[in-house]
Protein backbone atom coordinates (compact mmCIF):
# COMPACT_ATOMS: atom_id res chain seq x y z
CA UNK A 1 0.00 0.00 0.00
CA UNK A 2 1.32 3.69 -1.24
CA UNK A 3 0.38 6.44 0.92
CA UNK A 4 1.40 9.75 -1.24
CA UNK A 5 1.83 13.02 0.69
CA UNK A 6 0.08 16.58 0.27
CA UNK A 7 2.15 18.93 -1.80
CA UNK A 8 2.09 20.60 1.48
CA UNK A 9 2.64 20.70 5.16
CA UNK A 10 -0.41 22.95 6.01
CA UNK A 11 -3.40 23.37 8.35
CA UNK A 12 -5.45 23.07 5.42
CA UNK A 13 -3.52 19.24 4.54
CA UNK A 14 -3.52 17.71 8.61
CA UNK A 15 -7.13 15.51 7.81
CA UNK A 16 -6.36 14.35 4.64
CA UNK A 17 -2.45 13.10 6.38
CA UNK A 18 -4.55 12.02 9.58
CA UNK A 19 -7.13 10.10 7.72
CA UNK A 20 -4.68 8.32 5.27
CA UNK A 21 -2.31 7.30 8.38
CA UNK A 22 -5.34 5.72 10.30
CA UNK A 23 -6.78 4.35 7.48
CA UNK A 24 -3.17 2.54 7.01
CA UNK A 25 -2.56 1.57 11.17
CA UNK A 26 -2.49 -2.15 11.08
CA UNK A 27 -1.88 -2.73 7.52
CA UNK A 28 1.56 -4.48 6.52
CA UNK A 29 4.11 -3.04 4.29
CA UNK A 30 3.08 0.13 3.51
CA UNK A 31 5.55 2.94 1.96
CA UNK A 32 5.03 6.28 2.31
CA UNK A 33 5.86 8.08 -0.36
CA UNK A 34 7.15 12.07 0.06
CA UNK A 35 7.48 12.82 -3.60
CA UNK A 36 4.64 14.93 -3.69
CA UNK A 37 5.41 17.58 -1.14
CA UNK A 38 7.39 20.79 -2.08
CA UNK A 39 5.61 23.18 0.49
CA UNK A 40 6.27 22.96 4.43
CA UNK A 41 5.38 25.60 7.24
CA UNK A 42 6.17 25.35 10.77
CA UNK A 43 2.73 24.33 12.38
CA UNK A 44 1.89 21.73 9.63
CA UNK A 45 5.23 20.07 9.72
CA UNK A 46 4.54 19.90 13.30
CA UNK A 47 1.92 18.39 13.41
CA UNK A 48 2.61 15.96 10.35
CA UNK A 49 5.42 14.81 12.14
CA UNK A 50 3.47 14.24 15.02
CA UNK A 51 1.19 12.09 13.39
CA UNK A 52 3.97 10.47 11.63
CA UNK A 53 6.05 9.34 15.21
CA UNK A 54 2.77 8.04 16.75
CA UNK A 55 1.53 5.96 14.00
CA UNK A 56 5.26 4.38 13.04
CA UNK A 57 5.51 3.68 16.63
CA UNK A 58 2.51 1.51 17.07
CA UNK A 59 3.62 -0.01 13.66
CA UNK A 60 6.78 -0.91 14.93
CA UNK A 61 5.29 -2.16 18.23
CA UNK A 62 2.91 -4.72 15.98
CA UNK A 63 6.08 -5.72 13.87
CA UNK A 64 4.55 -3.93 10.73
CA UNK A 65 7.32 -3.45 7.57
CA UNK A 66 6.75 0.66 6.97
CA UNK A 67 9.31 2.01 3.93
CA UNK A 68 9.47 5.78 2.76
CA UNK A 69 10.10 6.68 -0.91
CA UNK A 70 10.54 10.24 -2.89
CA UNK A 71 13.00 11.67 -0.22
CA UNK A 72 15.85 13.54 -1.58
CA UNK A 73 17.87 16.54 -0.81
CA UNK A 74 17.54 18.19 -4.44
CA UNK A 75 14.26 19.61 -3.80
CA UNK A 76 14.20 22.55 -1.63
CA UNK A 77 11.24 20.99 0.48
CA UNK A 78 13.22 17.75 1.15
CA UNK A 79 16.25 19.15 1.86
CA UNK A 80 14.92 22.19 4.63
CA UNK A 81 13.05 19.80 6.61
CA UNK A 82 16.01 17.41 6.55
CA UNK A 83 18.08 20.09 7.58
CA UNK A 84 15.28 21.24 10.37
CA UNK A 85 15.34 17.55 11.79
CA UNK A 86 11.65 17.05 10.63
CA UNK A 87 12.46 13.13 9.77
CA UNK A 88 14.10 12.72 12.48
CA UNK A 89 11.32 14.04 14.69
CA UNK A 90 8.75 12.07 12.88
CA UNK A 91 10.25 8.75 14.04
CA UNK A 92 12.53 8.08 10.63
CA UNK A 93 16.06 7.28 11.34
CA UNK A 94 18.79 8.19 9.42
CA UNK A 95 17.13 10.59 7.36
CA UNK A 96 18.58 13.90 7.52
CA UNK A 97 19.76 16.08 10.67
CA UNK A 98 18.61 14.83 14.46
CA UNK A 99 16.42 16.91 16.01
CA UNK A 100 18.64 19.63 17.83
CA UNK A 101 21.55 19.12 15.51
CA UNK A 102 20.63 22.38 13.60
CA UNK A 103 21.49 25.82 15.32
CA UNK A 104 19.25 27.83 12.93
CA UNK A 105 19.68 32.01 12.37
CA UNK A 106 17.99 35.03 12.27
CA UNK A 107 15.45 33.66 9.75
CA UNK A 108 14.34 30.38 11.20
CA UNK A 109 14.13 28.06 14.14
CA UNK A 110 14.39 24.39 13.39
CA UNK A 111 12.65 21.49 15.23
CA UNK A 112 13.58 21.88 18.93
CA UNK A 113 12.40 19.92 21.87
CA UNK A 114 11.89 21.87 25.60
CA UNK A 115 12.28 19.09 28.15
CA UNK A 116 10.81 20.09 31.18
CA UNK A 117 12.98 18.20 33.43
CA UNK A 118 15.76 20.18 31.74
CA UNK A 119 14.01 23.27 33.46
CA UNK A 120 13.63 22.08 36.12
CA UNK A 121 17.03 21.45 36.56
CA UNK A 122 18.27 24.87 35.55
CA UNK A 123 16.12 25.89 38.39
CA UNK A 124 17.39 23.51 40.71
CA UNK A 125 21.36 24.86 39.13
CA UNK A 126 20.04 28.63 39.82
CA UNK A 127 17.45 29.19 42.49
CA UNK A 128 15.09 31.00 39.89
CA UNK A 129 11.77 29.81 39.20
CA UNK A 130 10.43 27.74 37.13
CA UNK A 131 8.72 30.62 35.23
CA UNK A 132 12.19 32.51 35.21
CA UNK A 133 14.16 29.08 33.33
CA UNK A 134 10.96 29.20 30.50
CA UNK A 135 11.49 33.30 29.93
CA UNK A 136 15.19 32.58 29.61
CA UNK A 137 14.39 29.51 26.87
CA UNK A 138 11.68 31.56 25.06
CA UNK A 139 14.00 34.97 24.70
CA UNK A 140 16.42 32.72 23.33
CA UNK A 141 14.19 31.43 20.65
CA UNK A 142 12.66 34.53 20.22
CA UNK A 143 15.79 36.28 19.35
CA UNK A 144 16.07 34.21 16.85
CA UNK A 145 12.90 34.94 15.28
CA UNK A 146 12.80 38.46 15.32
CA UNK A 147 16.52 38.33 14.22
CA UNK A 148 17.71 40.68 16.88
CA UNK A 149 17.86 40.45 20.83
CA UNK A 150 16.36 43.74 21.62
CA UNK A 151 13.52 45.79 20.70
CA UNK A 152 9.63 45.28 20.20
CA UNK A 153 9.57 42.34 18.02
CA UNK A 154 11.85 40.65 20.06
CA UNK A 155 9.53 41.33 22.84
CA UNK A 156 6.15 40.34 21.01
CA UNK A 157 7.94 37.34 20.32
CA UNK A 158 9.39 36.45 23.48
CA UNK A 159 6.15 36.99 24.81
CA UNK A 160 4.19 34.91 22.64
CA UNK A 161 6.91 31.61 22.49
CA UNK A 162 6.87 32.15 26.78
CA UNK A 163 2.97 31.82 27.05
CA UNK A 164 2.39 28.99 24.72
CA UNK A 165 5.57 26.80 26.48
CA UNK A 166 3.95 27.95 29.97
CA UNK A 167 0.83 26.07 29.01
CA UNK A 168 1.78 23.53 27.02
CA UNK A 169 3.66 22.22 30.44
CA UNK A 170 1.41 22.98 32.32
CA UNK A 171 -1.34 21.63 30.79
CA UNK A 172 -0.47 18.78 28.90
CA UNK A 173 1.14 16.59 31.55
CA UNK A 174 3.64 15.96 28.39
CA UNK A 175 7.15 15.48 29.27
CA UNK A 176 8.48 17.92 26.99
CA UNK A 177 6.80 19.77 24.00
CA UNK A 178 8.07 20.77 20.57
CA UNK A 179 8.81 23.84 18.90
CA UNK A 180 9.85 25.70 15.29
CA UNK A 181 9.24 28.75 13.51
CA UNK A 182 10.23 30.86 10.27
CA UNK A 183 10.41 34.52 9.22
CA UNK A 184 10.18 34.73 5.68
CA UNK A 185 11.70 37.83 3.80
CA UNK A 186 8.00 39.57 3.37
CA UNK A 187 8.21 40.28 7.01
CA UNK A 188 5.74 37.36 7.54
CA UNK A 189 6.78 34.93 10.55
CA UNK A 190 5.34 32.13 12.38
CA UNK A 191 5.89 29.91 15.71
CA UNK A 192 4.66 26.47 16.52
CA UNK A 193 4.18 24.77 19.65
CA UNK A 194 2.83 20.79 20.31
CA UNK A 195 2.84 18.15 22.74
CA UNK A 196 1.57 15.18 22.96
CA UNK A 197 -0.21 14.75 26.41
CA UNK A 198 -3.58 14.74 27.85
CA UNK A 199 -5.29 17.65 25.50
CA UNK A 200 -7.37 20.40 26.35
CA UNK A 201 -10.44 18.89 27.33
CA UNK A 202 -8.90 16.62 29.84
CA UNK A 203 -7.34 19.50 31.44
CA UNK A 204 -10.13 22.20 31.55
CA UNK A 205 -13.65 19.52 32.67
CA UNK A 206 -12.43 19.00 35.80
CA UNK A 207 -12.89 23.21 36.28
CA UNK A 208 -15.54 24.18 33.39
CA UNK A 209 -18.70 23.12 32.52
CA UNK A 210 -17.14 22.00 28.80
CA UNK A 211 -17.41 19.37 25.94
CA UNK A 212 -15.37 18.40 23.55
CA UNK A 213 -17.58 20.43 20.92
CA UNK A 214 -16.37 23.84 22.78
CA UNK A 215 -13.75 23.67 24.96
CA UNK A 216 -10.79 25.16 22.29
CA UNK A 217 -13.62 28.07 22.59
CA UNK A 218 -13.87 28.26 26.27
CA UNK A 219 -9.97 27.71 26.38
CA UNK A 220 -8.96 30.84 24.43
CA UNK A 221 -11.75 32.85 26.67
CA UNK A 222 -9.17 35.54 29.40
CA UNK A 223 -8.75 34.08 32.67
CA UNK A 224 -9.64 30.49 31.65
CA UNK A 225 -7.24 27.88 33.52
CA UNK A 226 -6.87 25.00 35.53
CA UNK A 227 -4.79 26.58 37.75
CA UNK A 228 -8.21 29.09 38.82
CA UNK A 229 -8.94 26.77 41.83
CA UNK A 230 -5.08 26.91 42.74
CA UNK A 231 -3.35 28.09 45.49
CA UNK A 232 -0.51 30.64 44.65
CA UNK A 233 2.25 27.35 45.79
CA UNK A 234 -0.05 25.20 44.10
CA UNK A 235 0.51 27.58 40.45
CA UNK A 236 4.34 27.50 39.94
CA UNK A 237 3.74 29.08 36.34
CA UNK A 238 2.18 31.84 37.40
CA UNK A 239 -0.48 31.23 35.08
CA UNK A 240 -3.40 33.04 35.06
CA UNK A 241 -5.84 32.41 32.40
CA UNK A 242 -4.44 34.59 29.72
CA UNK A 243 -1.63 33.58 27.43
CA UNK A 244 -4.02 31.54 24.83
CA UNK A 245 -6.66 34.87 24.56
CA UNK A 246 -3.73 37.33 23.84
CA UNK A 247 -2.16 34.79 21.44
CA UNK A 248 -5.66 34.74 19.85
CA UNK A 249 -6.18 37.94 19.53
CA UNK A 250 -2.64 39.00 18.25
CA UNK A 251 -2.91 36.29 15.50
CA UNK A 252 -6.36 37.11 15.03
CA UNK A 253 -5.56 41.05 14.24
CA UNK A 254 -2.00 40.31 12.45
CA UNK A 255 -2.28 37.31 10.43
CA UNK A 256 -3.72 33.88 12.07
CA UNK A 257 -3.97 31.62 15.56
CA UNK A 258 -4.30 27.86 15.29
CA UNK A 259 -5.61 25.60 18.48
CA UNK A 260 -6.30 22.09 17.84
CA UNK A 261 -6.58 19.06 20.31
CA UNK A 262 -9.10 15.97 20.87
CA UNK A 263 -11.13 16.27 17.81
CA UNK A 264 -11.15 19.50 16.66
CA UNK A 265 -8.86 22.49 15.33
CA UNK A 266 -9.73 25.92 16.05
CA UNK A 267 -8.52 28.93 13.59
CA UNK A 268 -9.19 33.02 14.60
CA UNK A 269 -8.44 35.34 11.51
CA UNK A 270 -9.49 38.79 10.86
CA UNK A 271 -11.78 38.46 13.94
CA UNK A 272 -13.14 35.49 12.80
CA UNK A 273 -13.28 32.00 14.34
CA UNK A 274 -13.90 28.93 12.75
CA UNK A 275 -13.86 25.32 14.22
CA UNK A 276 -13.04 22.05 12.06
CA UNK A 277 -13.09 18.16 12.72
CA UNK A 278 -9.34 17.27 13.20
CA UNK A 279 -8.37 14.32 15.72
CA UNK A 280 -5.58 15.17 17.89
CA UNK A 281 -3.96 13.21 20.93
CA UNK A 282 -2.80 16.42 23.10
CA UNK A 283 -2.26 20.08 21.74
CA UNK A 284 -1.29 22.01 18.92
CA UNK A 285 -0.66 26.27 18.73
CA UNK A 286 0.32 28.02 16.30
CA UNK A 287 0.48 32.17 15.74
CA UNK A 288 1.60 33.50 12.28
CA UNK A 289 2.49 37.17 11.52
CA UNK A 290 1.71 39.32 9.00
CA UNK A 291 3.23 42.60 10.26
CA UNK A 292 4.40 43.24 13.80
CA UNK A 293 2.24 46.00 15.78
CA UNK A 294 4.62 48.96 15.94
CA UNK A 295 4.20 49.55 19.53
CA UNK A 296 3.76 45.78 20.58
CA UNK A 297 2.99 47.01 24.73
CA UNK A 298 0.37 49.11 23.82
CA UNK A 299 -1.57 46.45 21.28
CA UNK A 300 -0.98 43.68 24.33
CA UNK A 301 -2.08 46.49 26.90
CA UNK A 302 -4.79 46.78 25.13
CA UNK A 303 -5.77 43.45 24.86
CA UNK A 304 -5.42 42.70 28.36
CA UNK A 305 -7.30 45.52 29.63
CA UNK A 306 -10.20 44.00 27.53
CA UNK A 307 -9.59 40.66 28.89
CA UNK A 308 -9.68 41.61 31.94
CA UNK A 309 -12.64 43.15 31.44
CA UNK A 310 -14.46 40.42 30.12
CA UNK A 311 -13.27 37.85 32.38
CA UNK A 312 -14.68 39.91 35.19
CA UNK A 313 -18.29 40.08 33.32
CA UNK A 314 -18.58 36.45 33.05
CA UNK A 315 -17.36 35.92 36.38
CA UNK A 316 -13.84 34.24 35.82
CA UNK A 317 -10.11 35.60 37.07
CA UNK A 318 -10.07 38.81 35.84
CA UNK A 319 -6.87 39.78 36.53
CA UNK A 320 -3.41 38.68 33.85
CA UNK A 321 -0.73 37.62 35.69
CA UNK A 322 2.19 39.95 36.20
CA UNK A 323 4.67 38.79 34.03
CA UNK A 324 2.30 39.49 30.93
CA UNK A 325 2.44 42.76 31.77
CA UNK A 326 5.92 43.75 31.78
CA UNK A 327 7.29 43.45 28.07
Same mark, same amino acid.
Given at each position: MDIKRPNEFLPPSLRRLQADLAKSQHIDNVNVDFSPLVFSKPLGML?? *?????????????? *??????? *? +??????????????????????????NKVGVAQGNTRYL???? +??????????KETGEK?????VFVSDGLANVLAG???GEIKKSFSYSIREVIR???????????? +????????????IAIIDEGVGIY??????????????LEHAIKPGVSRTNKMSEEENIYG??????????????????FCLGSGMKKLTCVKQNR???????? *?????????????????????? +???GEEEAQKEGRNSAASVISKTI
Open positions: VA *GSYFRRWICVRRAE *GLKTTHT *G +ITAKRNAHSYLMHLGFFDYAGMSNVGPIRE +IKRQELEDRVLIDAITDTNALEHSGAESCF +ICGQRWVNGHSENTLSPVYDVTNENVNSGFGLFVLSELGSSFGWTTVDLPYE *GTFVGIHLNSIPLSFSGVLLDI +ISS
